[in-house]
């Protein structure tokens, strides 16, 4: 393994970066603002901020959807505007080893994107390898995924929620569903308007999440003001959001992820459901960090329930530790061995 060795999460609404020796160098939303069709004027939380204001000469946009790459001019140019940006601190990066995080229940062409498109950028290497993204998330969540030992983790990310029963170093099964933040957003964006009459912003929709979001009956009667346009009058007014009104609009999606949890544990080996009894099933993602979500699956499937430490950051830290750890570097595989092994 070279030292030169990097690990990348393309995620749907952050990408990260992980370098050999270094820890996560990137960690910014995977967002890109592009001028007049091609000039690249913001990439990042930069981006972000744009989102909504932009006169109609620039795009603001996301080039990862559902977890795959859906727009690969974009998602090159940002990841050529970071990989330039990163070699004035990092130092030269043409040439270097990678390690790609793909999703697993994903098809061949999806997962193969992911290769190009690192072959077609400016780190100009042909030094690529694949992981399972599940089983980076695994190992970033502090698991062996290398022994007999099955455990279930579920990843609760931007775009979706991925289930996964891992053992051995392989994945045993993984479902995923098109269930995550970007859709609890949207349903309160849906469901504010109708409700108080108020069109709001995608940031609007996040932050009401972030603070009111709960997964079961919220205790205490917690309100936020927002601040949105009126649907009749047009003008611009603040309204008082409770955290009920969130925990209604956000519960027909939180029990998708329940029955995506049950529809993988159904089909569990026998032998790994005594596993999973023992040691519980482990959440991910930046959407693991809504409260309550670990009484409502306890409850739903009367499993212990592990929220990891540093939900969103997983990915790319097993990553990390397949890139430190020479004993978990064959999780990592050619595209030969991926595709026509
Ligand atoms: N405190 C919080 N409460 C609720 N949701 C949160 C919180 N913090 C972050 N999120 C949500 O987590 C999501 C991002 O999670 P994550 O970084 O795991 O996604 P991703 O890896 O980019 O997406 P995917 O895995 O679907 O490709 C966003 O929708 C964000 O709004
Ligand atoms: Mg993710």
Redesign the pocket.
Known sequence: MSARLYGV????????IYKKNHGVIFDAK?IIAVADGDRVIAIGDEAFEMLGKTPSNIQVTFP?K??VIADIANMLAFFNYVLNDLSKTHGKIAGAEFIVAA?TDITEVEKRAFFDLVASSDAKTKKIRIVE?PIANALGAGLDVTTANGVMIV????????VSVLSLGGIVLSKMIPV???K??EVIINNVRKKYNLIIGNKTA?TI??EL?CAVAPVNARTISVYGRDVVSGLPIEKEVSADFVYETLSELMYSIVDAVRIVLEKTPPEISSDIIDSGIFI????????GLDVLLTEETDLKINICKE???T?ALGLGRIIEDSKLNMLAMTLKQTYYG
């Open positions: 999460d393309f995620g749907t609404s952050t990408m990260k995977n990862v559902n977890g999703p993204k990843d609760i990310g931007a775009d979706t929620t991925e995550g933040g970007n609890f957003d996040e999440k972030k979001a991910t993602g930046g959407s693991a960090k809504i409260n939900p969103g950051n990915v």
